[in-house]
């Protein structure tokens, strides 16, 4: 269920993303780089994330740009609403926090929008 969900939202047009995410397509491709390396740069241990780094990123945009409960989110994608607090959603959530201000911190161009404002 929860990869259908990632797999319709990345099917969606450019302006269809745009209103369901709150950023580009191009964007969510640049974040989700960041991610990945950052995970490949992890050092293993312990159980596996339940959800993949697109995921990840998608959960959080979606929180992000809804404010929906951890318990509403995790229960569309199938988790459980911890699972939802350490992808990042959380204030504490580094990891897709992190993909956020990285792609400009390297010097990327981007596509130079305004990410969604996720502070309280």
Same mark, same amino acid.
């Given at each position: 269920? +929860?990869?259908?969900?990632?797999?319709?939202?990345?099917?969606?047009?450019?302006?269809?993303?745009?209103?369901?995410?709150?950023?580009?397509?191009?964007?969510?491709?640049?974040?989700?780089?960041?991610?990945?390396?950052?995970?490949?740069?992890?050092? +293993?241990?312990? @159980?596996? *994330?339940?959800?993949?780094?697109?995921?990840?990123?998608?959960?959080?945009?979606?929180? !992000? @740009? /809804?404010?929906?409960?951890? *318990?509403?989110?995790?229960? #569309? !994608?199938?988790? =459980? /609403?911890?699972?939802?607090?350490?992808?990042?959603?959380?204030?504490?959530?580094? #990891?897709?926090?992190?993909?956020?201000?990285?792609? @400009?911190? +390297?010097? $990327?161009?981007? $596509?130079?929008?305004?990410?969604?404002?996720?502070? =309280?």
């Amino acid at each position: 269920m +929860k990869h259908d969900r990632l797999e319709r939202t990345l099917k969606m047009n450019r302006t269809r993303f745009k209103r369901r995410t709150g950023i580009y397509p191009e964007t969510f491709t640049l974040m989700e780089a960041v991610l990945v390396e950052r995970e490949a740069a992890k050092k +293993k241990s312990g @159980r596996p *994330a339940a959800l993949s780094p697109a995921e990840q990123l998608l959960l959080t945009l979606e929180f !992000w @740009r /809804e404010y929906r409960t951890f *318990a509403h989110l995790g229960d #569309d !994608w199938g988790v =459980h /609403e911890t699972t939802v607090q350490r992808s990042g959603t959380g204030r504490s959530g580094p #990891d897709c926090q992190w993909a956020v201000s990285s792609p @400009r911190q +390297k010097g $990327s161009q981007g $596509s130079g929008e305004r990410l969604p404002d996720h502070r =309280h």
